[in-house]
T-cell receptor
Framework: AQKVTQAQTEISVVEKEDVTLDCVYE???????LFWYKQPPSGELVFLIR??????QNEISGRYSWNFQKSTSSFNFTITASQVVDSAVYFC????????????FGTGTRLTIIP | SQTIHQWPATLVQPVGSPLSLECTVE??????LYWYRQAAGRGLQLLFY??????ISSEVPQNLSASRPQDRQFILSSKKLLLSDSGFYLC????????????FGPGTRLTVL
């Protein structure tokens, strides 16, 4: 069975600080995809990134960066120089590359950026 | 890119009443479609998914059902709502079988009283 753990339920940081959101996953599949989604107060889930299990290169997009480490089954998300607009609930998700394409979500991390 | 539409945005229904939530997709054909539910302060739970017209798979046994009458239309229904059906319902769509990314609609917030 697949499982995603986001141990940090809530995080608060002061604006302009860096913050890292942790994600640990479990799967027996040899190939899979990992995702991060942002859920602002409006409720809609916004896709941020997809990472194939074959590709362990870290990725940077503006103030966002992702650290994928297969050896520790982790896919952590860092926001640099945080802004108030980054306040949201962030979900990490896992999807097998075969058969059922359903996403297994973590329980989310609520991030609050204090102005 | 594809766009997911959902309506209504909010709904308040009495226990025992029927339910119909609609999801439509723009900008793609033959998408995989999904219904998720998010209970207050919780993660997302997959309810149903569909790989084509008339093809529905259920993940969680419950009093909800889903139908896909058209390629880009996905409907979530119930004949009699329960209090426990309250939550935030999200429709998602993906393209392809091995490389899809699920994009989500704006959601419907359902309160059963």
């Amino acid at each position: 069975a697949q499982k995603v753990t986001q141990a940090q339920t809530e995080i608060s940081v002061v604006e302009k600080e860096d913050v890292t959101l942790d994600c640990v996953y479990e799967t027996r599949d040899t190939t899979y995809y990992l995702f991060w989604y942002k859920q602002p107060p409006s409720g809609e889930l916004v896709f941020l990134i997809r990472r194939n299990s074959f590709d362990e290169q870290n990725e940077i997009s503006g103030r966002y960066s992702w650290n994928f480490q297969k050896s520790t089954s982790s896919f952590n998300f860092t926001i640099t120089a945080s802004q108030v607009v980054d306040s949201a609930v962030y979900f990490c998700a896992l999807r097998s590359n075969f058969g059922n394409e359903k996403l297994t979500f973590g329980t989310g991390t609520r991030l609050t950026i204090i102005p | 890119s594809q766009t997911i539409h959902q309506w209504p945005a909010t709904l308040v229904q009495p226990v025992g009443s029927p339910l119909s939530l609609e999801c439509t997709v723009e900008g793609t054909s033959n998408p995989n479609l999904y219904w998720y539910r998010q209970a207050a302060g919780r993660g997302l739970q997959l309810l149903f998914y569909s790989v084509g017209i008339g093809q529905i798979s259920s993940e969680v046994p419950q009093n909800l059902s889903a139908s896909r009458p058209q390629d880009r239309q996905f409907i979530l229904s119930s004949k009699k709502l329960l209090l426990s059906d309250s939550g935030f319902y999200l429709c998602a769509g993906g393209i392809g079988l091995s490389t899809d990314t699920q994009y989500f609609g704006p959601g419907t917030r359902l309160t059963v009283l």
